[in-house]
C-alpha cells in the first residue's frame, strides 16, 4: 500500500515508519523537519504541516491512507479533513491517547485524581479530538483512532498484546503498558485489515 504518515520523526511515528517498511509498503514521511527522516528505499521524505490544508493536501494525493501521528494541542481538525479530502484519499488512521479510555463505566482516565496534572492539557485535546470524530467531523472520510495504555515506552515488538473497544486495558499485575513497537503492529494491523472503521479501539498486554 502507499501510506501517508504525518509525524514520522516522533517517538510513535519512527515506530511506524519502521513497521509500515517492515511490511512492503511504500510510505511518505511528512514532518516539519524531514532533515530527521531516515534514508532509505520505499521512503520519501516531505516537508508539511497538518495545520495548512492547502500545502498539505497534494502531499497526501495518490495515498490508500493516512496516519496521523502527532500532538492534539494545536491541531487543527478541520484543515486536516480539509487536505485530507482535497487529496482524495478516504482513509484516516490516528494515533491517539490514553486519557479517554474508561477505568469504569462512564469514568475516563483522564478525570480520576491519578491522572498526572503534566499530561492533562494534551490528553483533554485528544478527548475533544475524539468526540468530534464521533460526531460527523470527518464525514467522508473513514478514521480510526487507537488508543495506547496508560504507560506508552519504547520497548520492544513482541506482537503479543490485547484489544479492546473504550476500555483501558489492564494485566494481571495491574500495570496498563504498551511499547511504541506493539502500538506499530497493530495499528499497521488496522491499516492493512479494517476492522475498526469510524471507531477508536485500544492495545495493550
Do not use: C
Not at 35 to 41: F, G, H, L, N, R
Not at 113 to 122: D, G, S
Not at 174 to 196: I, M, N, R, W
Amino acid at each position: 500500500m502507499k501510506v501517508a504518515l504525518i509525524g514520522a520523526t516522533g517517538n510513535v511515528g519512527t515506530r511506524i515508519l519502521a513497521e509500515l517498511r517492515r511490511r512492503g509498503h511504500t510510505v511518505t514521511a511528512i514532518a516539519r523537519d524531514v532533515a530527521k527522516v531516515p534514508v532509505q528505499d520505499g521512503v520519501t521524505a516531505k516537508a508539511g504541516d497538518t495545520n495548512d490544508d492547502a500545502g498539505l493536501g497534494p502531499l497526501l494525493a495518490g495515498h490508500d491512507a493516512v496516519i496521523s501521528s502527532t500532538n492534539f494541542q494545536g491541531l487543527d481538525l478541520p484543515s486536516l479533513f480539509s487536505a485530507i479530502k482535497t487529496a482524495g484519499v478516504r482513509r484516516l488512521l490516528m494515533v491517539g491517547g490514553a486519557g479517554s479510555l474508561e477505568v469504569a463505566p462512564g469514568v475516563a482516565l483522564i478525570d480520576t485524581p491519578e491522572f498526572p496534572a503534566a499530561y492533562k492539557a494534551e490528553a483533554g485535546a485528544g478527548r475533544n479530538v475524539l468526540n468530534a470524530l464521533r460526531q460527523g467531523a470527518g464525514q467522508g472520510v473513514e478514521w480510526t483512532f487507537l488508543s495506547p495504555s496508560a504507560f506508552f515506552f519504547a520497548g520492544e515488538r513482541t506482537g503479543r498484546f490485547r484489544l479492546a473497544d473504550d476500555q483501558l486495558l489492564v494485566d494481571a499485575t495491574g500495570k496498563s503498558q504498551v511499547s511504541y513497537e506493539d502500538f506499530a503492529v497493530a495499528l499497521v494491523d488496522e491499516v492493512e485489515s479494517p476492522a475498526h472503521a469510524n471507531r477508536r479501539f485500544t492495545v495493550g498486554y
